[in-house]
T-cell receptor, first 114, second 112 residues
């Protein structure tokens, strides 16, 4: 069955430190991959997406993600975290044959220490 | 260009009642998908509508139903509410054949 896994439920980093959030996927073929961010009580905002081509994708708010087929991973990174980055982060996959029926990971809650 | 909007923002119902949630798609989009997000969980796909017909469904019972209107707005109806239906319900719109879903702010439903 298709799945997306985020191994880390909660991560705490210091402001200014680098960040990496992990995401692994299990699909028959390489899916479209997305990272969304959700602030408390809010909807989901798209950070970045990977469809094909360059395996390093740039997103909004200084985030980037790297697709690694050999590891079935799509990890999100940011070189220097800001206090405003504290939120819930979701990785999601979409089988291109399904078109818009996203499968989400459980989410990783990011806390930022001053 | 307006984004995806949902109404109401919050709703309280009692077990056994019926509820209707509404979504207005982003301009230029022709598909709408609904997701249920329980507390502490990732969103789960309920169903998608395209050309006013259901176009795929997740693992949800028939008491979850929907409508899409000619202006691409949509409703999610849930009958015979259960306590476990308490969740944030998210609507997302996109273009058929496109790859990206854009989400609304959600409706938080509490079933007592």
């Amino acid at each position: 069955a298709q799945s997306v896994t985020q191994p880390d439920i909660h991560i705490t980093v210091s402001e200014g430190a680098s960040l990496e959030l992990r995401c692994n996927y299990s699909y028959g073929a390489t899916p479209y991959l997305f990272w969304y961010v959700q602030s408390p009580g809010q909807g989901l905002q798209l950070l970045l997406k990977y469809f094909s081509g360059d395996t390093l994708v740039q997103g909004i708010k200084g985030f980037e993600a790297e697709f690694k087929r050999s590891q079935s991973s799509f990890n999100l990174r940011k070189p220097s975290v800001h206090w405003s980055d504290a939120a819930e982060y979701f990785c999601a996959g979409d089988d291109y044959n399904q078109g818009g029926k996203l499968i989400f990971g459980q989410g990783t809650e990011l806390s930022v220490k001053p | 260009e307006t984004g995806v909007t949902q109404s109401p923002t919050h709703l309280i119902k009692t077990r056994g009642q019926q509820v209707t949630l509404r979504c207005s798609s982003q301009s230029g989009h022709n598909t709408v998908s609904w997701y249920q997000q329980a507390l502490g969980q990732g969103p789960q796909f309920i169903f998608q509508y395209y050309r006013e017909e259901e176009n795929g469904r997740g693992n949800f019972p028939p008491r979850f139903s929907g409508l899409q209107f000619p202006n691409y707005s949509s409703e999610l109806n849930v009958n015979a509410l259960e306590l476990d239906d308490s969740a944030l319900y998210l609507c997302a719109s996109g273009r058929q054949g496109g790859e990206t879903q854009y989400f609304g702010p959600g409706t938080r439903l509490l079933v007592l």
